[in-house]
């Protein structure tokens, strides 16, 4: 279920940047429709319930499997269940047209050695910090060959997108150039060995923070938030997502490939060799990051926040947090209420933020599960 | 057209004749101007179906001109000493994906400490990234190199960078013969890719190689290399056929044939030399001068021949390489080894120091006479690095280096008022 703020003005874009590519009506519609599955206590999709038009793509037996099997990815990756959900999506959204640009990292090094890549797209691989202006080029190509059929798709991982490949990011975002970026937030560099990023979160041991000393972990204070720094870009369309609701993720791909321009999707993707957490737990621990707040779900367009994806039960940080090789230092050899308090703080921000909890409080008591499409 | 005209605008309209499908441009002199030239040619609607993308900065400049030659557009983008070292990573990733990019290099000189003045630092530093490297020797060369780099970058599927030296050329006006679109048309087919984007064949290009194949990758940019140094003479004949004047080519051998000493250049100062060299004929010394305008492939085989029976060489060069000297001079010397020569490495112009032909005739008295030394900084201000040196050994902590000079010739030149 997705709740909508309807007070925003759709006229939205007063400093005009984007003259001529805002679309005749602002959609509010939420990019997932509400679908009720009465399986209380399970989380899952449920295709078979569901009429043919409105199943997902992945359950297509025509999909495009951009990413296909054969690929190097450790067991229970996130990135490669969110990236594999994701260009599939796009591929279906644009009729197979679509050039994908991919940052170094992870992702490309585990699906392309050859002779076994595993894409099934047109695909490139330039460099670790110039995605987003690769894929600028492509699309600037096919705008100058008349091919804008074919969509531009760039993704990277959270070193390549809000570290190394920062400035590029907002250059393409600034001139608002038609290309889908998505970004696979495993919160470290992962390929180089788990490293901290601009996207590690505070207290996380890695290997350049390690869990050492008496403040064990990243520091407090730091990092950035890039979403919000799409949104202040006021391109038409950002939103987050997790593997923890392909079908969330899937849908909003597909509204991001129903507008033109600079678009931002950042997915959180769990990494089970850097976070510490068995191969199975992957979309458990991406749920616990949403159900607790601490990664927050939610639209904007043209800069401004259109809908988020509201708590279904909201449990404490510190059941995100327990579960984590990367954030044992807070519960052993002495437990760190402290730290576990400041982390549940920007848990309650992020809730107050993005409105995530409409009804107030914690929807404890069971009701009818929701899922989403 | 012949017509009176800066060179960066001649550039920028010979750029246009070859209809580049993707412009991208960020500014730096000595380079500006050309994208400046270009920005209103597309903007006054006269190149349709061509995308100027202003970037914001020479890394993005490369990355974008990278996905969109790779998507098959015809590409172009221009830049200049730091901006050349900004996007080092993205240089050398073009070449080794094989796209046939186009970039004009207004050679300036490196810092710190920063100068916009010319010299040949800039390039010289990217001698070994794999792309081919023309130096134009005049603006009417500087136009015509970049119609022929099109050609030979998108035969060979390799990146072309034309350098032309910054304010010297980029900023004179002369009288060029700007080529023009219905020739260039005839002289340069469509771009045909060897390798393309296209969700229709989708294919993977920039995986991850490993040793198993990375030595023959390598090895075929080389190969592709020497493809050029057959192909940049035919182009040049092939230009010369259509457009009716000389330019380009591997070398620009002149008065070489009887000569003893010949004088090895890139760029404009080659005119100041040929100067040189004509009144020293006048009086009986045999002497020429050897152009080279690919310096990436190096031709050394041409080379070669063209310095034939000679005695010695010296080298003019606008740069050099830290710790050992003349970077032109080793690759001549290379180009000379079966039979190998007297040569002397000449450093000269850096930064924009003025290259006087009084200065060449005297540095040339002692290189005829063999009694010039192997590495020589024409014109060096010896008193000045004398006086640092000793400041130097008196005082640990004696200053940043480059403003105490600074401040010793504000102080010479007070006291001379
Ligand atoms: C310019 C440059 N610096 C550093 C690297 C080394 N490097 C390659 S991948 C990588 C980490 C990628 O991290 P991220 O973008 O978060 O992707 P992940 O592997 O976590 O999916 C690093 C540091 C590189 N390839 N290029
Ligand atoms: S290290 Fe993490 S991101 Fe990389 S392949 Fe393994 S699970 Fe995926
Ligand atoms: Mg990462």
Redesign the interface.
């Known amino acids: 279920m997705t709740t909508h703020d309807t007070t925003i003005d759709p006229s939205i874009d007063p400093a005009g940047y984007h003259r001529g590519l805002i679309p005749e009506v602002v959609h509010h519609e939420p990019a997932t429709k509400p679908v009720k599955f009465y399986q209380v206590g399970s989380f899952a999709v449920g295709n078979r319930l569901l009429p043919l038009e409105v199943r997902s793509v992945q359950s297509d037996p025509n999909r495009t499997n951009a990413l296909t099997s054969g690929h190097r990815a450790c067991q229970g990756c996130g990135e490669a269940l969110g990236a594999r959900y994701a260009l599939d999506a796009a591929m279906h959204a644009a009729d ?4 994908a ?2 940052a170094t990292g992870c992702l ?2 585990f699906s ?3 002779p076994e ?1 595993s ?9 670790f ?2 995605a987003p ?14 091919r804008e059929d ?1 969509r531009v798709v760039a993704q990277g991982g959270d070193g390549g997108t809000v570290d190394i490949g920062f ?2 990011l ?2 393409m975002f ?2 608002n150039d038609d290309v889908l970026y998505i970004c696979y937030d495993n919160e470290a560099y992962m390929n180089t060995g788990i490293q901290r990023s601009g996207a590690t979160p505070p207290a996380a041991r890695t290997a350049t923070t390690q869990a050492v000393g008496d403040e064990p972990g990243n520091v407090f204070g730091q990092g950035k938030d890039l979403p919000r720094i799409a949104m202040a870009h006021e391109i038409p369309y950002v939103a987050t997502a997790s593997v923890a609701d392909l079908r969330d993720l899937e849908a909003k791909v597909h509204r991001a490939m129903s507008m033109r321009g600079a678009r931002y999707i950042h997915v959180m993707v769990p990494c089970p060799l850097g976070w510490g957490t068995a191969a199975s737990d992957t979309l458990q621990i991406a749920r616990l990051a949403t159900q607790s707040g601490i990664f927050p779900v939610f639209e904007a367009e043209y800069g401004e926040v259109v809908a988020s994806s509201p708590i279904r039960r909201q449990v404490p940080v510190e059941d995100y947090l327990k579960g984590q090789k990367r954030f044992a230092h807070l519960f052993k050899p002495k437990r760190r209420d402290d730290v576990i308090a400041r982390m549940q703080a920007q848990a309650d921000r992020n809730i107050r933020r993005y409105n995530l909890l409409p009804q107030g409080g914690s929807p404890d008591a069971p009701e009818a599960t929701e899922g989403s499409l | 057209m012949r017509t009176q005209i800066e060179g960066s605008l001649a550039v920028a309209q010979a750029v246009a004749a070859c209809r580049p499908q993707v412009i991208c441009a960020y500014p730096i002199s000595p380079q500006t101007h050309i994208v400046e030239g270009l920005s209103a040619i597309v903007k006054r609607g006269e190149l349709p179906g061509c995308e100027y993308v202003n970037v914001e900065s020479e890394f993005a400049a490369m990355s974008v001109a990278i996905g969109s030659s790779a998507a098959g557009a015809r590409t172009y983008t221009a830049t200049a000493s730091q901006g050349l070292l900004f996007m080092v990573e993205a240089v050398y990733n073009a070449s080794g994906l094989g796209l046939p990019i186009v970039m004009t290099v207004a050679n300036r000189a490196i810092g710190a400490p920063i100068n916009i003045w010319n010299d040949h630092t800039d390039a010289m530093s990217q001698r070994d990234s794999g792309w081919i490297q023309l130096y134009a020797e005049t603006n009417q060369e500087a136009a015509d190199l970049h119609v022929q780099a099109f050609r030979i970058a998108e035969e060979l599927s390799l990146p072309v960078m034309v350098c032309m030296d910054g304010f010297i050329l980029t900023h004179a006006v002369e009288e060029v013969d700007v080529p023009e679109a219905d020739d260039v048309a005839r002289f340069l087919p469509p771009f045909a890719p060897r390798q393309v984007l296209d969700p229709a064949d989708p294919v993977s290009i920039g995986a991850m190689v490993g040793p198993e194949a990375f030595t023959e990758v390598r090895y075929l940019a080389h190969d592709r290399q020497m493809q050029a140094l057959e192909l940049i003479p035919q182009v040049a004949a092939d230009f010369a056929e259509v457009f009716g004047r000389d330019s380009g080519g591997l070398v620009h051998p002149y008065l070489t044939e009887d000569a003893e000493t010949i004088v090895i250049a890139l760029g404009s100062v080659l005119g100041t030399i040929k100067d040189v060299v004509d009144e020293r004929r006048e009086k009986g010394e045999k002497i020429g001068v050897l152009g080279i305008t690919s310096f990436r492939p190096f031709p050394l085989r041409a080379i070669e021949a063209a310095i034939g029976d000679a005695k010695r060489f010296v080298c003019l060069e606008k740069a050099f390489s830290v710790g050992i000297g003349g970077i032109v001079a080793s690759h001549v010397r290379m180009a000379m080894s079966t039979h190998p020569i007297k040569n002397y490495t000449v450093v000269a112009g850096l930064g924009g120091r003025v290259i006087l032909k009084t200065s060449l005739h005297e540095m040339l008295d002692k290189a005829v006479t063999d009694s010039l030394e192997a590495l020589t900084f024409l014109d060096l201000d010896t008193d000045l690095v004398e006086r640092e040196l000793a400041r130097t050994r008196a005082d640990r902590r004696s200053g940043p280096a480059a403003e105490n000079m600074l401040r010793d010739l504000g102080t010479v030149r007070a006291a001379s008022v």
């Open positions: 197979g047209k679509i050039v640009v991919n490309e090094v392309t050695p050859y890549t894409w099934r797209v047109a695909w490139l691989h330039s460099l910090g110039n202006a690769v894929a600028s080029g492509v699309a600037a190509a096919y705008k100058a060959m008349g074919i400035g590029c907002s250059g600034e001139r």
